[in-house]
């Protein structure tokens, strides 16, 4: 995969806890970044395709093997 560089700003206490992490976690700052945004992306990705597939189920409906028209009446349902 073809790489590039980027600059970041980061506040100087979450950049001195960051290499704390990385270090913690025997890997560089980038590796660390470059996974946590890899997972992020990912996610995103997965979410959209759940989604998509869920709009296709609605705009489809479900059949519950119910009739157009019932074959009972409301009086029917509520006779006590």
Known sequence: MEKQ???L????ETLRKAKIL???????LSALLTKTLEEIVAKSDMYEIAKQRQLVLMERGFDFGIEETP???R????ER
């Open 5 to 7: 560089n980027v600059t």
């Open 9 to 12: 700003s980061l506040p100087k």
């Open 22 to 28: 990385a270090a913690e976690r025997q890997t560089s």
């Open 71 to 73: 074959a009972w009446t």
């Open 75 to 78: 009086d029917e349902l509520h």
